[in-house]
């Protein structure tokens, strides 16, 4: 069974500029969350989709986030404009979103896109 | 606000010792997570604790929730260098719709097992 596949694995990019991470769930979860670690912090939540609804989206910091998930397959979260403090590593993970089982509930993570924003 | 504080922050441990690493949450919390991240890796899960009381063990770790005390622990015995790595413990509530929601992480603890 493939994990959560993320892309780009690294991105540097100039203040100002755009930025679109991809995360491409396992197959058959409906639930995804995007989160974040900014250097020298703790890992943060940004938002959760429930198949292409988003759920929550708290975490979101500002206006220059969005995120997608149409289809309710991958998701995509685009930063615009990107600034410096928006370095950091992204994180997506999936779960099955069933209390059915310990297994059901775990959230499980993909590599992350480390992100530098100079 | 939920807020989860892990410690120590660092530890350094010599091959075949024990240690614990704690991990306290601030408010009621339905599910306790641990997972293991190694350098530039992904997040592993290890263990989901589900109720008081609730006890895992996987090799050399075994966790732990007491949630009266709103307290999971992490022990590791008889370290190995391959525990290197950095473990972040992990909270959720249950939604009222029944599935899980999001996670307020932990600092993560760097552990670092030495010959």
């Known amino acids: 069974e493939a994990g959560v596949t993320q892309f780009p694995s690294h991105s540097v990019i100039e203040k100002g500029q755009t930025v679109t991470l991809r995360c491409d769930p396992i197959?058959?979860?409906?639930?995804l969350y995007w989160y974040r670690r900014v250097m020298g912090k703790e890992i943060k939540f940004l938002l959760h989709?429930?198949?292409?609804?988003?759920?929550?989206e708290s975490g979101m910091p500002n206006n220059r986030f969005l995120a997608e998930r149409t289809g309710g397959t991958y998701s995509t979260l685009k930063v615009q404009p990107a600034e410096l403090e928006d370095s950091g590593v992204y994180f997506c993970?999936?779960?099955?979103?069933?209390?059915?089982?310990?297994?059901?509930?775990?959230?499980?993570f993909g590599p992350g896109t480390r992100l530098l924003v100079l | 606000e939920l807020k989860v504080e892990q410690n120590p922050l660092f530890l350094s441990m010599q091959e075949g010792k024990n240690y614990t690493i704690y991990c306290n949450y601030s408010?009621?919390?339905?599910?306790l997570y641990w997972y293991r991240q190694d350098p530039g890796k992904s997040l592993e899960s290890l263990f989901v604790?589900?109720?008081?009381?609730a006890v895992k063990q996987e090799g050399r770790l075994m966790a732990s929730l007491d949630t009266k005390a709103r307290l999971s622990t992490l022990h590791i015995t008889a370290a190995v260098h391959d525990l290197s790595a950095t473990y972040f413990c992990a909270v959720a509530p249950v939604m009222y719709t029944g599935t899980a929601s999001k996670l307020t992480f932990g600092t993560g603890t760097r552990l670092q097992v030495t010959l």
């Open positions: 197959s058959g979860h409906d639930n």
């Open positions: 989709f429930v198949k292409e609804s988003k759920q929550d």
């Open positions: 408010t009621t919390s339905d599910r």
């Open positions: 604790l589900l109720s008081n009381g």
């Open positions: 993970a999936s779960s099955q979103g069933v209390l059915a089982s310990g297994r059901g509930e775990t959230q499980y």
